[in-house]
């Protein structure tokens, strides 16, 4: 590659469109950092650049003439979604060696195969982590992390909506209409539904990850589809009798010498990893032969996270552009410096043995104030036993790891003081 | 590359160098099939050819001369640890351009800079996922799949043993020395557990984690560490009080323009992802500006599951070699089939409505055993109000999905069964 400058086509300006839009433009200095060149968003192909615009800082980026756009570009970002014409324009870019990252899951689990052949034969890179489990890096880990592993199963709540339904309904004991009516009020669910809570989007999905986790061709076609929409209070409360909550899982195994695919409700036991993913969070958990099982959790929807997974495939592959070799870049190109522990701001617990005597607590509350240290709760948790001392724990709110430091040698040093026990940090 | 067999000298035949000898060995097909050229592993280098070997399939493959198989190979996985004579054959290999595996967390988090540079230089590659969490995939996605988004906060549970211990105090009480003697016998701790319990091993892979995440290059020195052996069942009891389990967590977080890195006991929210993070596991919680909070969860350590991650890295770098490109092949080289839905064997749960007369469960009962579905339980919910029928929810064990089907059939059309509501199927 030789211009110094990687120019990006960017198909689409949805919800996860414009934020790509938006992250291209306002981290354009960190991207070049990153990557190794400049990076130019050329333009933004929609069908009616009349119409609203979620990404409103650049209007004259916007046409409605895709074709030119792809071949104006060194990269396609293809984030339309359906089949046509998105087909049709990444075999175009793909066709004349134009790199391209797509979120397009119906697509590809439709047309993957031949998508990839045409990126092979002209040696262009084809990337898609945001088709599957919006932010969650999935589909790397499956094709590169567990590359000398035998993957036996697949596990995955790979729809939000689904997963908000099923959760309302098993958190409020909510008949499925309102669990699903309540997800469309909060924007978790389309007007027309149909696609997720029919599994359909799911099942997209699973031929996706099947097709990348057994290294075989796998189409939406061999994927068995149930839906949640027969599931009802009664299902969900009997689940629960008996230690059991519904999910609607994608279920990707080894069967002898072949791979069955099928998303279906299922009662997963309360136990297990995927039964605490709740909201419309989405989870995948891998079994494989010799790394056991592992889960990777996080939002599986939303313009910014997808998008995230989107600049995340974007800078690998540019990388790989400018290096022309393997794309691992120096990863020291920020060189931020370690702060020192003084500075660091944090919550603690802190455990302390005093006298049993009046004014004691007002005293050491007072030296925690002089210092800068919100006390937060103070509990005296019992005596010790001995009829004469008190042990207390008292939560800060957040203080610098100096200033409570200051705060204990001075309490430490007081004559009603007998011990400090403990002082932990606390997170959240 | 233009041989079209990858030579690859192992160092190190331990717990993780023993699984790899095995899995290069008894997977050769495999991999070659996922690099494209096919893999022999030339020698094992051990301090002492007479000791007890962990894999003895090949006891021709010993040798004390590190040197000589570094030189005869393309393809160098360290797996000794410690700082020398490591570090000193790793340049060995990566200046002589020969790509490198390792899972040395005390080396790289010590000179994991200087073994970059002379990567960069001889245009080697170095991998390293199987020094930080075992078999989970959190180096990748760090440095690739989030390599487009801001990361502000890591934190880990990175050291299996410390897990275990606190585990053990926060489920049974136990007092930390009871805990670590327990964990000693069960050989989650070392004899020696200093690394572990004093948080050595955490930093390392704290200072590891902090330099992808934030683009720069910390070392252990840059880490903040304390331990968990202060820490007492009084604390655990106090944490639980309020609603907190103490885990020791590796933090590595962004602090204006600087990054505060550190290893601490913490209390942590019991409704936090990370507080159910059990025994030995090991997780990685990542927030970033766009992808949100991300959750990684597997096993941390243990033979299998590193050397897991080793192979991964092996075969994401072999490929690299042989494509001269990106190192992404077709998926497709397995070719598996899709297995019919009849097939496939899940338990499932049942719900039917029948008339309240007697026999009618054991008639049921007769016809679930005809189609070969054997029941795990059978219980009656309730009367469902009319007074003459009843709900009953079956629980089957492993049955097929075509017997379940012709099951089903011949239960609904009895005269006694008035519905059939719900067939779900069960995992675990």
């Known amino acids: 590659m030789g211009n110094t400058t990687i120019k990006v086509a960017l ?6 469109g414009s934020q790509v839009a938006r992250m291209l433009t306002e981290d354009a200095e960190s991207l070049q950092d990153r990557i190794g060149a400049s990076v130019e968003l050329i333009g933004i192909a929609v069908r009616d650049t009349s119409a609203k615009r979620h990404y409103e800082a650049a209007p004259e980026l916007y046409t409605t003439d895709a074709d030119a756009l792809i071949d104006a570009a060194d990269v396609v970002i293809e984030l339309t979604g359906g089949i046509e014409p998105a087909r049709t324009r990444i075999l175009r870019a793909l066709n004349a060696g134009k790199s391209v990252v797509s979120g397009n899951k119906a697509l590809l689990a439709k ?10 034969k002209s040696g262009a890179q084809l990337s898609y982590e945001a088709a599957v489990a919006g932010a969650i890096p999935i589909l790397r880990p ?16 790979m ?11 098993d958190t409020t004991g909510a008949q499925f209409s309102d669990a699903l009516a309540e997800a469309q009020r909060l924007g978790y669910a389309e007007a027309d539904p149909t696609a997720d809570i029919e599994g359909h989007d799911a099942a997209s999905k699973a031929a996706i990850v099947a097709s990348l986790a057994f290294h075989s061709d ?12 027969s599931i009802t209070a009664d299902d969900v409360a009997a689940a629960a009798a008996d230690g059991y909550v519904i999910k609607l899982l994608a279920v990707c ?12 409700p299922t009662l997963v036991p309360r136990s297990h990893p995927l039964a605490s993913v709740h909201g419309a969070f989405n989870a995948v958990f891998v079994q494989a032969e010799n790394a056991g099982e592992l889960m ?16 995340g ?6 990388r790989r552009l400018v290096l022309g070799g393997p794309g691992i870049p120096e990863s020291s190109f920020a060189q931020l410096a370690a702060t020192p522990m003084n500075d660091v701001v944090s919550r603690y617990s802190v455990g302390i043995v005093v006298e049993d005597k009046l004014g004691v607590l007002a005293n050491i509350a007072r030296i925690f104030a002089e210092h800068g240290v919100s006390i937060e709760t103070m509990r005296q948790a019992k005596g010790t036993g001995d009829g004469t001392s008190a042990s207390i724990r008292i939560v800060t709110h957040r203080a610098t790891d100096a200033n409570l430091r200051k705060t204990m040698a001075v309490v430490d040093a007081l004559d009603t003081v007998r011990d400090i026990t403990s002082v932990i940090r606390v997170e959240g």
Not at 218 to 229: A, L, N, Q, R, Y
Request: negative net charge; aromatic residues 6%.
């Open 111 to 120: 047309h993957g195969v031949e998508l990839a052949a045409a990126a092979a």
């Open 142 to 157: 499956l094709r590169d992390s567990l590359a000398g592993d035998q993957i036996t199963r697949v596990l995955g709540i």
């Open 253 to 264: 195994e080894k069967d002898g010498e072949g791979v069955n695919i099928r998303v279906n």
């Open 159 to 169: 729809n939000g909506t689904t997963n908000y339904i099923l959760d309302q309904m």
């Open 296 to 311: 990777f959790y996080g939002p599986g929807a939303g313009g910014a996270p997808t998008a995230s997974a989107v600049l």
């Open 313 to 318: 495939d974007f800078v690998s592959l540019a």
């Open 11 to 16: 198909l689409g300006a949805g919800n996860v």
């Open 218 to 229: 796998f189409t939406i076609d061999d994927v068995h589809c149930e839906g949640i929409t």
